[in-house]
């Protein structure tokens, strides 16, 4: 009892085991309060939460994606490997894949596009009048020479169908747009494999693709990546139990670590947060952060231990001495996560406030509760190992390698000399990786898969053959008859000088605006086909005569497409299809629409009235988050070294500590900068 009283008047140790018992209580309590929010947190994937809320290409986004279609697609396409995609059996292919997407769970019924869709159509003369109608709906060629006819239509509107029909014709797009609230990635995913597997064969590969795919392949992988996490728990408790497992009670710093995961999920539940599939190796992380804080606690405990042989000396002590370097961890760690919350993106701000609490529960946990549950606990016995204990006067391997490692940073000699220079080194070949950490995706995938991951082989597949990242250029100008209006012949032509400076610039491979679809093909057949007539209407007038036909004889609600106020014609969408998504060529095309706007509208009186609004599309939700990431990486790092350095000036009283350890900081993070280098990872809002 006295070397008890003794312990409990002994400082912070000391004050923890003096009111163990209502602390342990006020643990306990909101451990079982988190753990009722924890077993409520929603599994789910929002695609908005990945971009920023407030930046103008979301915005934009937003705005319109009902009209001028939404980022979550599909893309799926099939591709013959001998002849081409005009037979009837591939036809028949296309047909019933377009009608099964359009069973999908989620998807929007007026967002599926293809070669058989009724919201593809083109423009055709017939005596007396000029109509709209689709290439192969509702039904398909009934013979060859039908099928040679559809042939015929296809290669003359060759660019309206950029994105539908590869340019070699052996293949065709079925894409399709889903809603976004409430998606089921995991019926999606299994719904497409089983429309692959039944339309494939040794002549027809279906290749899937886009951004509904990138997060169902998440799903599918859940079981093999909860095997894994399961597999790394085992290797833990085994590498725990090597570490400790001399003394009976080695068990606790997993229990203070399920604590903190308890905490940190709980709080991700109570806030409403959604727990992404494809994120799952955070919360392995920071739960890993926090049994190592468990471990080094209780290895402490185990040498104070064998010190004093008393059981709570052992715990004031080890509580003592492990709160100020324990401090500074838990800060370090916090500070690494918390920062995050500073940028504009919601699930990094979910990452940033659950992590910091998912790290900073450990102060509680480990350095209060963990001395509290071993002061209950019967004394540690020590069992006999001899990996461990060794024989008198003669140490083991073990204990040997560690004395050996002890030595080497206060004692001069080659080796020290040695990982000085590797750490020059290592600061050298940082320095410049950081410098040239690429920012964006980096390749038509991902970077969440490796590779050679079927998916993102997929990708790289359909972008060989047709462009399928998009974005939008929306004008918005006064409402028709106003000489501005988005079908006037000066707004079309501005428009069309658009579509022809981009593709001079090399970025954007086809244009997809109602001038290219309608305006020009639509005055060609007025003029009974004369392709000198392939060119914009001359005067208001027709232009407006020639969007009534066009669109009076198209599929219900097809104007929206176009113009996303319809009745009025205030709005009007020009999609730009592009090869990828990789930062470099968004930030260029943006530099060339800046340029375009300045050049060509800011300063033409008869366009003051216009505005060109950019850029939209999963293009511009790309490029916003790219831009979040390029100033919240040097953000970030330059707040959280600044926080380990005055965290550990003030709690070691000296600045010396604070710079030694903001250079471990920064080789740390050198180190990742240079494998990213290596393996061409980019930095972006998945990594």
């Given at each position: 009892m006295d070397s008890e009283s003794s312990a409990r008047s002994n400082g912070f140790g000391g004050y923890v085991l003096s009111y163990r018992k209502p602390l342990a209580a006020i643990l306990i309590a909101i451990t079982l309060f988190m753990a009722y929010w924890a077993i409520h947190v929603p599994i789910a994937t929002r695609f908005e939460d990945l971009f920023p809320s407030k930046d103008p290409n979301v915005l934009l986004y937003r705005q319109y994606r009902r009209q001028y279609g939404g980022a979550q697609t599909l893309v799926l396409m099939l591709r013959v490997r001998d002849g081409d995609i005009f037979n009837l059996k591939t036809l028949g292919a296309i047909q019933d894949l377009t009608r099964k997407v359009d069973l999908l769970p989620g998807v929007n019924h007026n967002e599926v596009f293809s070669l058989a869709s009724y919201r593809v159509i083109y423009a055709r003369a017939i005596p007396g009048a000029l109509v709209s109608r689709p290439y192969m709906y509702?039904?398909?060629?009934?013979?060859?020479?039908?099928?040679?006819?559809?042939?015929?239509?296809?290669?003359?509107?060759?660019?309206?169908?950029?994105?539908?029909?590869?340019?070699?014709?052996?293949?065709?797009?079925?894409?399709?747009?889903?809603?976004?609230?409430?998606?089921?990635?995991?019926?999606?995913?299994?719904?497409?494999?089983?429309?692959?597997?039944?339309?494939?064969?040794?002549?027809?590969?279906?290749?899937?693709?886009?951004?509904?795919?990138?997060?169902?392949?998440?799903?599918?992988?859940?079981?093999?990546?909860?095997?894994?996490?399961?597999?790394?728990?085992?290797?833990?408790?085994?590498?725990?139990?090597?570490?400790?497992?001399?003394?009976?009670?080695?068990?606790?710093?997993?229990?203070?670590?399920?604590?903190?995961?308890?905490?940190?999920?709980?709080?991700?539940?109570?806030?409403?947060?959604?727990?992404?599939?494809?994120?799952?190796?955070?919360?392995?992380?920071?739960?890993?952060?926090?049994?190592?804080?468990?471990?080094?606690?209780?290895?402490?405990?185990?040498?104070?231990?064998?010190?004093?042989?008393?059981?709570?000396?052992?715990?004031?002590?080890?509580?003592?001495?492990?709160?100020?370097?324990?401090?500074?961890?838990?800060?370090?760690?916090?500070?690494?996560v918390v920062f995050l919350a500073i940028g504009d993106i919601p699930l990094l701000k979910q990452i940033g406030y659950g992590g910091a609490v998912w790290l900073g529960a450990s102060l509680a946990m480990v350095?209060?509760?963990?001395?509290?549950?071993?002061?209950?606990?019967?004394?540690?016995?020590?069992?006999?190992?001899?990996?461990?204990?060794?024989?008198?006067?003669?140490?083991?391997?073990?204990?040997?390698?560690?004395?050996?490692?002890?030595?080497?940073?206060?004692?001069?000699?080659?080796?020290?000399?040695?990982?000085?220079?590797?750490?020059?080194?290592?600061?050298?070949?940082?320095?410049?990786?950081?410098?040239?950490?690429?920012?964006?995706?980096?390749?038509?995938?991902?970077?969440?898969?490796?590779?050679?991951?079927?998916?993102?082989?997929?990708?790289?597949?359909?972008?060989?053959?047709?462009?399928?990242?998009?974005?939008?250029?929306?004008?918005?100008?006064?409402?028709?008859?106003?000489?501005?209006?988005?079908?006037?012949?000066?707004?079309?032509?501005?428009?069309?000088?658009?579509?022809a400076y981009l593709f001079d610039r090399g970025d954007v491979l086809a244009v997809l605006g109602f001038a290219e679809i309608a305006s020009k093909p639509m005055n060609m057949l007025l003029h009974n086909g004369d392709p000198k007539y392939m060119a914009l209407p001359d005067t208001d007038a027709l232009s407006g005569t020639l969007w009534f036909f066009f669109f009076s004889g198209s599929a219900p609600d097809e104007v929206y497409t176009f113009f996303g106020r319809y009745p009025s014609v205030t709005s009007m969408s020009i999609r730009l299809l592009l090869a990828d998504h990789t930062y470099a060529r968004l930030q260029r095309l943006r530099a060339d629409l800046d340029t375009f706007v300045k050049n060509r509208v800011v300063d033409d009186p008869d366009l003051h009235k216009v505005q060109v609004r950019y850029v939209g599309g999963d293009a511009g939700l790309y490029l916003a988050s790219d831009n979040v990431v390029r100033r919240l990486n040097s953000v970030n790092l330059a707040l959280t070294l600044g926080v380990i350095f005055l965290a550990s000036a003030l709690i070691f009283a000296s600045p010396m500590a604070g710079i030694l350890f903001v250079i471990a900081a920064i080789m740390a993070n050198f180190g990742a900068f240079i494998y990213m280098n290596y393996r061409v990872i980019g930095l972006t809002i998945d990594t």
């Open positions: 509702p039904k398909l060629p009934k013979n060859q020479a039908e099928v040679e006819d559809l042939k015929k239509t296809v290669m003359t509107h060759r660019d309206e169908l950029a994105g539908y029909v590869t340019y070699d014709l052996k293949g065709a797009m079925i894409i399709a747009a889903f809603n976004e609230e409430g998606l089921d990635y995991k019926a999606l995913f299994d719904a497409v494999q089983r429309l692959i597997g039944q339309y494939q064969d040794s002549n027809t590969t279906i290749y899937a693709s886009g951004a509904v795919m990138f997060a169902a392949w998440g799903y599918h992988y859940l079981p093999r990546i909860a095997l894994i996490f399961l597999f790394s728990i085992v290797l833990i408790v085994v590498i725990l139990y090597l570490g400790l497992g001399r003394r009976s009670g080695w068990w606790a710093p997993i229990f203070t670590g399920l604590g903190s995961a308890i905490w940190g999920l709980g709080f991700v539940g109570l806030m409403r947060f959604n727990f992404d599939p494809v994120m799952l190796v955070i919360p392995f992380i920071l739960t890993a952060r926090d049994l190592s804080h468990g471990i080094q606690w209780h290895g402490r405990y185990y040498e104070e231990l064998d010190r004093t042989d008393d059981k709570m000396a052992a715990c004031a002590a080890t509580a003592n001495v492990m709160l100020r370097p324990g401090l500074l961890a838990v800060l370090a760690n916090v500070a690494g350095f209060v509760f963990q001395p509290i549950l071993m002061s209950y606990l019967a004394k540690p016995q020590v069992y006999s190992w001899r990996l461990q204990q060794g024989e008198p006067n003669r140490p083991t391997a073990y204990r040997s390698l560690v004395n050996w490692l002890e030595r080497i940073p206060v004692t001069p000699g080659g080796i020290r000399s040695g990982l000085v220079v590797a750490g020059i080194v290592l600061m050298i070949f940082g320095i410049a990786a950081s410098r040239k950490v690429p920012i964006g995706y980096q390749t038509p995938g991902t970077p969440v898969y490796r590779q050679d991951a079927k998916i993102n082989q997929d990708t790289a597949e359909i972008g060989k053959f047709v462009p399928t990242n998009m974005a939008w250029v929306v004008l918005e100008a006064p409402n028709f008859p106003n000489p501005q209006n988005p079908i006037a012949t000066k707004t079309l032509r501005m428009a069309d000088d658009l579509a």
